[in-house]
Protein backbone atom coordinates (compact mmCIF):
# COMPACT_ATOMS: atom_id res chain seq x y z
CA UNK A 1 0.00 0.00 0.00
CA UNK A 2 0.96 3.71 -0.35
CA UNK A 3 1.48 5.39 3.26
CA UNK A 4 1.20 8.65 1.48
CA UNK A 5 -1.93 10.89 2.90
CA UNK A 6 -1.63 13.93 0.37
CA UNK A 7 -5.57 14.02 0.16
CA UNK A 8 -7.22 17.04 1.91
CA UNK A 9 -9.85 15.18 3.73
CA UNK A 10 -11.30 18.65 4.50
CA UNK A 11 -11.60 20.20 0.95
CA UNK A 12 -14.61 21.39 -0.26
CA UNK A 13 -17.43 18.97 -0.26
CA UNK A 14 -16.93 16.56 3.03
CA UNK A 15 -20.50 17.50 3.43
CA UNK A 16 -20.88 16.03 7.50
CA UNK A 17 -18.66 13.94 10.05
CA UNK A 18 -19.88 12.22 12.78
CA UNK A 19 -18.37 11.97 16.07
CA UNK A 20 -18.34 8.40 17.27
CA UNK A 21 -17.85 6.39 20.48
CA UNK A 22 -17.84 3.24 19.95
CA UNK A 23 -20.56 2.24 17.46
CA UNK A 24 -22.33 5.85 19.66
CA UNK A 25 -23.11 8.56 17.23
CA UNK A 26 -22.02 10.78 19.79
CA UNK A 27 -22.81 14.26 17.27
CA UNK A 28 -22.83 15.03 13.83
CA UNK A 29 -21.10 18.57 12.70
CA UNK A 30 -22.23 19.97 8.93
CA UNK A 31 -19.65 21.47 6.73
CA UNK A 32 -21.73 24.80 7.57
CA UNK A 33 -20.67 24.37 10.55
CA UNK A 34 -24.45 22.93 12.27
CA UNK A 35 -24.27 20.48 14.46
CA UNK A 36 -26.72 17.88 16.17
CA UNK A 37 -25.44 16.28 19.37
CA UNK A 38 -27.30 12.99 20.41
CA UNK A 39 -25.61 12.10 23.48
CA UNK A 40 -24.58 14.92 25.01
CA UNK A 41 -22.51 13.14 27.89
CA UNK A 42 -20.70 10.87 25.56
CA UNK A 43 -19.17 14.17 23.99
CA UNK A 44 -15.20 14.33 24.26
CA UNK A 45 -14.21 16.41 27.32
CA UNK A 46 -12.48 18.92 24.90
CA UNK A 47 -14.82 19.41 22.51
CA UNK A 48 -17.71 21.74 23.32
CA UNK A 49 -20.70 22.07 20.23
CA UNK A 50 -23.84 24.20 19.99
CA UNK A 51 -27.18 23.52 18.32
CA UNK A 52 -27.42 26.86 16.64
CA UNK A 53 -27.78 28.29 13.10
CA UNK A 54 -26.29 31.48 13.89
CA UNK A 55 -22.72 32.08 12.27
CA UNK A 56 -20.95 33.01 14.93
CA UNK A 57 -21.97 29.72 16.75
CA UNK A 58 -21.58 27.43 13.42
CA UNK A 59 -17.85 29.11 13.02
CA UNK A 60 -16.97 28.52 16.71
CA UNK A 61 -18.28 24.33 15.92
CA UNK A 62 -16.19 24.38 13.33
CA UNK A 63 -13.14 25.62 15.09
CA UNK A 64 -13.84 23.23 17.92
CA UNK A 65 -14.29 20.18 15.87
CA UNK A 66 -10.54 21.03 14.26
CA UNK A 67 -9.06 21.72 17.77
CA UNK A 68 -10.61 18.45 18.90
CA UNK A 69 -9.29 16.75 15.98
CA UNK A 70 -6.10 18.41 16.13
CA UNK A 71 -5.75 17.33 19.48
CA UNK A 72 -5.34 13.69 18.33
CA UNK A 73 -1.74 13.96 16.25
CA UNK A 74 1.42 14.71 18.04
CA UNK A 75 2.55 17.98 17.91
CA UNK A 76 5.78 19.46 16.16
CA UNK A 77 7.75 19.78 19.24
CA UNK A 78 7.94 15.37 19.53
CA UNK A 79 11.01 14.30 18.44
CA UNK A 80 11.21 13.08 15.13
CA UNK A 81 7.57 14.63 14.62
CA UNK A 82 8.86 16.07 10.88
CA UNK A 83 10.16 12.45 10.28
CA UNK A 84 6.63 10.73 11.30
CA UNK A 85 4.75 13.41 9.03
CA UNK A 86 7.01 13.33 6.20
CA UNK A 87 7.02 9.33 6.21
CA UNK A 88 3.30 10.07 5.82
CA UNK A 89 2.93 12.21 3.27
CA UNK A 90 1.48 15.01 5.71
CA UNK A 91 4.32 17.61 5.55
CA UNK A 92 2.71 20.53 6.60
CA UNK A 93 0.80 20.32 9.83
CA UNK A 94 0.89 24.24 11.64
CA UNK A 95 -2.84 25.12 12.15
CA UNK A 96 -5.09 23.47 13.78
CA UNK A 97 -7.17 22.47 10.33
CA UNK A 98 -3.78 21.51 9.05
CA UNK A 99 -3.54 18.69 11.80
CA UNK A 100 -7.43 18.07 11.54
CA UNK A 101 -7.16 16.70 8.37
CA UNK A 102 -4.24 14.14 9.29
CA UNK A 103 -6.37 12.96 12.18
CA UNK A 104 -9.40 12.23 9.96
CA UNK A 105 -7.22 10.19 7.61
CA UNK A 106 -7.20 7.97 10.36
CA UNK A 107 -10.58 8.44 11.50
CA UNK A 108 -8.94 9.84 14.31
CA UNK A 109 -8.72 6.85 15.96
CA UNK A 110 -6.44 6.15 19.46
CA UNK A 111 -5.39 4.22 22.25
CA UNK A 112 -6.13 6.63 24.59
CA UNK A 113 -10.07 6.24 23.75
CA UNK A 114 -12.64 5.15 21.96
CA UNK A 115 -13.81 7.86 20.03
CA UNK A 116 -13.50 7.83 16.16
CA UNK A 117 -14.52 10.49 13.53
CA UNK A 118 -17.34 8.81 10.65
CA UNK A 119 -17.71 10.68 7.51
CA UNK A 120 -20.31 10.46 5.23
CA UNK A 121 -20.59 6.97 3.30
CA UNK A 122 -18.37 5.19 5.35
CA UNK A 123 -19.96 1.96 6.51
CA UNK A 124 -16.62 0.78 8.78
CA UNK A 125 -18.06 -0.34 12.58
CA UNK A 126 -15.99 0.44 15.78
CA UNK A 127 -14.89 -3.10 15.52
CA UNK A 128 -12.91 -2.56 12.39
CA UNK A 129 -11.17 0.71 13.16
CA UNK A 130 -10.39 0.40 16.52
CA UNK A 131 -6.63 -0.18 16.99
CA UNK A 132 -7.13 -2.22 19.90
CA UNK A 133 -8.17 -4.90 17.91
CA UNK A 134 -5.15 -4.16 15.65
CA UNK A 135 -1.84 -6.97 15.68
CA UNK A 136 0.71 -3.87 15.00
CA UNK A 137 3.33 -4.65 12.92
CA UNK A 138 6.64 -3.25 14.05
CA UNK A 139 7.59 -1.50 10.53
CA UNK A 140 6.71 1.96 11.40
CA UNK A 141 8.50 2.35 15.23
CA UNK A 142 12.14 2.76 13.20
CA UNK A 143 10.32 6.23 12.07
CA UNK A 144 8.68 6.85 15.75
CA UNK A 145 11.76 5.87 17.73
CA UNK A 146 14.54 6.44 15.70
CA UNK A 147 13.35 9.15 12.72
CA UNK A 148 14.41 7.20 10.15
CA UNK A 149 12.60 6.91 6.95
CA UNK A 150 10.49 4.27 5.61
CA UNK A 151 12.42 1.71 3.48
CA UNK A 152 10.47 0.49 0.58
CA UNK A 153 10.01 -2.76 1.86
CA UNK A 154 8.82 -1.36 4.92
CA UNK A 155 6.33 1.07 3.21
CA UNK A 156 4.61 -1.81 2.19
CA UNK A 157 4.18 -3.63 5.59
CA UNK A 158 2.89 -0.53 7.22
CA UNK A 159 -0.75 0.06 7.80
CA UNK A 160 -2.38 3.44 8.68
CA UNK A 161 -3.60 1.80 12.25
CA UNK A 162 0.16 0.80 12.61
CA UNK A 163 0.67 4.81 12.17
CA UNK A 164 -2.36 6.15 13.83
CA UNK A 165 -1.06 4.43 16.85
CA UNK A 166 2.17 6.04 17.24
CA UNK A 167 1.46 9.73 15.57
CA UNK A 168 -1.98 9.64 18.01
CA UNK A 169 0.04 9.41 21.33
CA UNK A 170 0.72 12.55 23.01
CA UNK A 171 4.38 13.61 24.63
CA UNK A 172 7.93 15.23 23.64
CA UNK A 173 10.04 11.97 23.97
CA UNK A 174 9.94 9.58 20.77
CA UNK A 175 8.00 6.54 21.37
CA UNK A 176 6.27 4.17 19.42
CA UNK A 177 3.80 1.29 20.51
CA UNK A 178 4.27 -2.43 19.82
CA UNK A 179 2.10 -5.90 20.98
CA UNK A 180 3.88 -8.71 22.44
CA UNK A 181 1.83 -11.47 23.40
CA UNK A 182 -1.42 -9.97 23.17
CA UNK A 183 -0.60 -6.95 24.36
CA UNK A 184 0.44 -3.21 24.10
CA UNK A 185 3.45 -2.10 25.33
CA UNK A 186 5.05 1.64 24.97
CA UNK A 187 8.09 2.03 23.66
CA UNK A 188 10.23 5.29 25.03
CA UNK A 189 13.95 6.59 24.22
CA UNK A 190 15.30 10.10 24.98
CA UNK A 191 18.98 10.30 26.20
CA UNK A 192 20.66 7.76 28.77
CA UNK A 193 19.86 10.12 31.46
CA UNK A 194 15.97 9.97 30.89
CA UNK A 195 15.85 6.40 30.50
CA UNK A 196 17.64 5.85 33.84
CA UNK A 197 15.62 8.53 35.61
CA UNK A 198 12.20 6.86 33.86
CA UNK A 199 13.56 3.49 35.69
CA UNK A 200 14.28 4.92 38.87
CA UNK A 201 11.30 6.92 40.20
CA UNK A 202 9.71 4.29 39.01
CA UNK A 203 11.02 1.84 41.60
CA UNK A 204 10.80 4.71 44.49
CA UNK A 205 7.53 5.36 43.60
CA UNK A 206 6.43 1.58 43.86
CA UNK A 207 7.64 2.01 47.26
CA UNK A 208 4.84 4.43 47.82
CA UNK A 209 1.17 3.61 47.95
CA UNK A 210 0.02 5.12 44.83
CA UNK A 211 -1.19 3.80 41.46
CA UNK A 212 1.54 4.50 38.94
CA UNK A 213 3.06 2.92 35.74
CA UNK A 214 5.68 0.52 35.95
CA UNK A 215 8.78 1.05 33.45
CA UNK A 216 11.19 -1.59 33.14
CA UNK A 217 14.22 -1.33 31.09
CA UNK A 218 14.13 -2.64 27.62
CA UNK A 219 16.14 -2.45 24.21
CA UNK A 220 15.38 -1.54 20.73
CA UNK A 221 18.06 -1.89 17.85
CA UNK A 222 20.94 -1.97 20.50
CA UNK A 223 19.55 0.95 22.52
CA UNK A 224 17.85 1.35 26.01
CA UNK A 225 14.36 2.11 26.11
CA UNK A 226 12.23 2.05 28.88
CA UNK A 227 9.19 0.12 28.36
CA UNK A 228 5.70 -0.21 30.06
CA UNK A 229 2.19 -1.98 29.53
CA UNK A 230 -0.88 0.35 28.10
CA UNK A 231 -3.53 1.27 30.86
CA UNK A 232 -6.39 1.37 28.62
CA UNK A 233 -8.38 -0.29 27.05
CA UNK A 234 -12.09 -0.86 25.16
CA UNK A 235 -13.86 -0.41 28.39
CA UNK A 236 -11.15 2.54 30.01
CA UNK A 237 -10.14 5.40 28.59
CA UNK A 238 -7.52 7.95 30.13
CA UNK A 239 -8.46 11.93 29.50
CA UNK A 240 -5.73 14.50 30.49
CA UNK A 241 -6.37 17.26 33.03
CA UNK A 242 -6.14 20.03 30.49
CA UNK A 243 -9.00 18.24 28.77
CA UNK A 244 -11.39 18.60 32.25
CA UNK A 245 -9.83 21.92 32.19
CA UNK A 246 -11.75 23.12 28.67
CA UNK A 247 -15.19 20.71 30.36
CA UNK A 248 -14.73 22.43 33.16
CA UNK A 249 -15.04 25.82 31.68
CA UNK A 250 -17.26 25.42 29.07
CA UNK A 251 -19.48 24.06 32.31
CA UNK A 252 -18.92 26.92 35.21
CA UNK A 253 -17.04 24.24 37.18
CA UNK A 254 -14.45 25.04 39.32
CA UNK A 255 -11.44 22.62 37.95
CA UNK A 256 -9.45 21.78 40.95
CA UNK A 257 -13.01 21.18 42.99
CA UNK A 258 -13.73 18.95 40.08
CA UNK A 259 -10.85 16.99 40.84
CA UNK A 260 -10.79 17.00 44.23
CA UNK A 261 -14.50 15.36 44.21
CA UNK A 262 -13.18 12.91 42.33
CA UNK A 263 -9.77 11.87 43.57
CA UNK A 264 -8.09 13.95 46.18
CA UNK A 265 -5.96 11.42 47.31
CA UNK A 266 -4.15 10.29 44.22
CA UNK A 267 -3.67 14.23 43.23
CA UNK A 268 -1.90 15.06 46.37
CA UNK A 269 0.22 11.86 46.64
CA UNK A 270 1.43 12.68 43.02
CA UNK A 271 2.58 16.18 44.51
CA UNK A 272 4.04 14.21 47.16
CA UNK A 273 6.10 11.82 44.79
CA UNK A 274 6.80 14.84 42.14
CA UNK A 275 8.62 16.17 44.39
CA UNK A 276 10.92 13.31 46.20
CA UNK A 277 11.56 12.81 42.77
CA UNK A 278 11.94 16.42 41.41
CA UNK A 279 9.71 15.74 38.86
CA UNK A 280 9.58 18.85 36.51
CA UNK A 281 6.99 17.56 33.72
CA UNK A 282 3.64 17.01 35.21
CA UNK A 283 1.89 19.90 32.92
CA UNK A 284 -1.81 19.68 32.60
CA UNK A 285 -1.43 17.25 29.65
CA UNK A 286 0.89 14.89 31.59
CA UNK A 287 -1.65 13.67 33.88
CA UNK A 288 -5.75 13.31 33.98
CA UNK A 289 -8.96 10.93 34.61
CA UNK A 290 -9.53 7.54 33.62
CA UNK A 291 -13.06 7.47 32.23
CA UNK A 292 -15.25 4.77 32.63
CA UNK A 293 -16.52 4.00 28.75
CA UNK A 294 -20.21 2.68 29.90
CA UNK A 295 -21.39 6.28 30.67
CA UNK A 296 -17.91 8.40 29.79
CA UNK A 297 -17.54 9.74 33.66
CA UNK A 298 -14.55 9.90 35.35
CA UNK A 299 -13.46 7.89 37.75
CA UNK A 300 -10.39 8.42 39.42
CA UNK A 301 -6.90 9.98 38.57
CA UNK A 302 -5.30 7.61 35.85
CA UNK A 303 -2.06 5.99 36.88
CA UNK A 304 1.12 8.15 37.60
CA UNK A 305 3.00 8.25 34.30
CA UNK A 306 5.99 9.57 32.22
CA UNK A 307 8.84 10.33 34.47
CA UNK A 308 11.80 10.93 32.42
CA UNK A 309 12.00 14.50 33.25
CA UNK A 310 12.91 13.53 37.10
CA UNK A 311 15.69 14.15 39.33
CA UNK A 312 15.50 17.40 37.70
CA UNK A 313 15.52 21.28 39.38
CA UNK A 314 17.19 18.92 42.06
CA UNK A 315 19.89 20.88 43.60
CA UNK A 316 18.23 22.65 46.53
CA UNK A 317 15.41 21.42 49.05
CA UNK A 318 13.06 23.56 47.31
CA UNK A 319 12.24 21.72 43.80
CA UNK A 320 10.96 23.96 40.55
CA UNK A 321 7.76 25.46 41.34
CA UNK A 322 4.72 23.04 41.24
CA UNK A 323 2.92 22.53 37.67
CA UNK A 324 -0.34 21.47 39.47
CA UNK A 325 -1.55 24.17 41.92
CA UNK A 326 -3.34 27.11 40.62
CA UNK A 327 -1.11 29.39 42.94
CA UNK A 328 2.29 29.26 42.13
CA UNK A 329 4.13 27.41 45.03
CA UNK A 330 7.12 25.36 45.37
CA UNK A 331 7.31 21.44 44.96
CA UNK A 332 8.32 21.39 48.46
CA UNK A 333 5.04 23.69 49.78
CA UNK A 334 3.10 21.72 47.70
CA UNK A 335 4.34 18.09 48.76
CA UNK A 336 3.99 19.61 52.42
CA UNK A 337 0.24 20.42 52.19
CA UNK A 338 -0.43 17.21 50.44
CA UNK A 339 1.29 15.11 53.19
CA UNK A 340 -1.16 17.19 56.03
CA UNK A 341 -4.18 16.39 53.77
CA UNK A 342 -3.27 12.37 52.91
CA UNK A 343 -0.38 11.57 54.88
CA UNK A 344 3.09 9.57 53.24
CA UNK A 345 1.55 6.67 52.64
CA UNK A 346 5.57 5.09 52.62
CA UNK A 347 5.03 1.03 51.86
CA UNK A 348 8.70 0.38 52.08
CA UNK A 349 11.93 1.26 52.13
CA UNK A 350 14.08 2.56 49.26
CA UNK A 351 17.04 0.78 48.24
CA UNK A 352 20.10 3.06 48.07
CA UNK A 353 21.61 0.44 45.63
CA UNK A 354 19.30 2.02 43.45
CA UNK A 355 21.23 4.88 42.92
CA UNK A 356 23.69 5.51 40.67
CA UNK A 357 24.63 9.45 41.21
CA UNK A 358 25.36 10.43 44.70
CA UNK A 359 24.28 13.82 44.83
CA UNK A 360 20.93 12.63 43.80
CA UNK A 361 20.70 10.10 45.93
CA UNK A 362 21.33 12.53 48.91
CA UNK A 363 18.82 15.09 47.68
CA UNK A 364 16.10 12.25 47.50
CA UNK A 365 16.92 10.85 51.02
CA UNK A 366 16.75 14.73 52.23
CA UNK A 367 13.99 15.74 50.76
CA UNK A 368 11.65 12.33 52.16
CA UNK A 369 13.31 12.79 56.02
CA UNK A 370 11.49 16.65 55.31
CA UNK A 371 8.03 14.59 54.35
CA UNK A 372 8.91 11.95 57.01
CA UNK A 373 9.27 14.78 59.67
CA UNK A 374 5.93 17.00 58.84
CA UNK A 375 4.05 13.39 58.70
CA UNK A 376 4.87 13.05 61.76
CA UNK A 377 3.39 16.25 63.33
Known sequence: M???????ILSKGWGHFDIMHKDRRVA?????GRCTINFSSFLPYNLYLEKDDDFDTCVNNLNNFYYWCASRILTLDRKYAKEILNSIGAIQAYTDRDRADIALSYRAVSLMDVYWVKAKN?????????????????????????????????????????QAGDIGTPGVAPKAWIRENGKFYLLKDGEERDVDAEILASKIIDCFNIDHVVYEESEFDGTRVSKCEIITNEEKS????EFIEIYCLNHNKDK??????????????????????????????????????KNNKPEKLYPLMDFNK??????????AVCQTTESRISQKDAAIDAVKKAGLNQLREVDRAWFKDKKVEEMFFKRLALLKEINME
Open 28 to 32: RIYES
Open 122 to 162: DKKTFKEVSLYNHSLSNAFVDVSLRGRGLTVENNELVTTQD
Open 2 to 8: NTKRNRK
Open 238 to 241: IVAS
Open 256 to 293: IDFILQKDKYSYYMMNVIDYLIGNVDRHWGNWGFIVNN
Open 310 to 319: SFMAYENIEG
